[in-house]
């Protein structure tokens, strides 16, 4: 059971690892075309929603609220945090105890 505990933990883990360098290539994309023009692009869930060609994102009747938060909250960071989740919950999970081992 500690061997399938430690596979799901580094699956979560790698998980993490996409989220992140997803995050990283949109900061350095945001950085490239700041040196080059000198204007910060800003990239929001939304644009990313967008960019997944969500009716919601681009035309919002309802939960107007929401729209607004997460055009406010930067991708980058919105992949970090969402890559974070089943990693904790991964390790979060409780050791098997020494009976079950045994």
Avoid: C
């Avoid at 990283?24 to 040196?35: D, M, P, T």
């Avoid at 204007?39 to 919002?60: F, Q």
């Amino acid at each position: 059971m500690a061997n399938r505990r430690a596979e799901v933990e580094n699956a979560m883990l790698q998980v993490w690892g996409l989220f992140f360098t997803g995050a990283l290539f949109i900061f350095g994309y945001q950085l490239f075309q700041w040196l080059r023009h000198g204007d910060w692009k800003s990239i929001s869930v939304i644009t990313g929603l967008r960019w997944l060609e969500s009716s919601w994102a681009v035309y919002p009747r309802e939960w107007l609220g929401v729209h607004k938060l997460l055009d406010f909250i930067p991708l980058s960071i919105a992949l970090i945090l969402l890559g974070l989740v089943p990693f904790l919950i991964a390790i979060s999970w409780p050791a098997e105890s020494k009976r079950d081992e045994a």
